[in-house]
């Protein structure tokens, strides 16, 4: 239910091979004189002002399951 990109929170996944992909699009853009564009996102504190009931009926919705949610 977890999509790749979430590499770490996949079993087994880190942090490490995100940052690598990332590293290695700006080196190619360098090669290939291309364009390269990323988008970060900072979340810390962004679950601090939110119910955490809306938080398990969104992954109810999506079918998560509840050993994940526990």
């Not at 091979?17 to 004189?33: F, L």
């Not at 979340?43 to 999506?62: C, M, N, P, V």
Request: glycine share 6%; charged share 25%.
């Amino acid at each position: 239910m977890i999509d790749r990109a979430q590499a770490a929170f996949i079993p087994g996944g880190d942090i490490h091979e995100p940052i690598s992909a990332a590293t290695a699009c700006y080196r190619d853009r360098i090669s290939q004189k291309k364009g390269c564009y990323a988008v970060y996102y900072d979340i810390s504190k962004a679950y601090d002002t939110i119910r955490w009931e809306s938080i398990r009926e969104a992954l109810q919705a999506i079918g998560m399951e509840q050993a994940f949610m526990t």
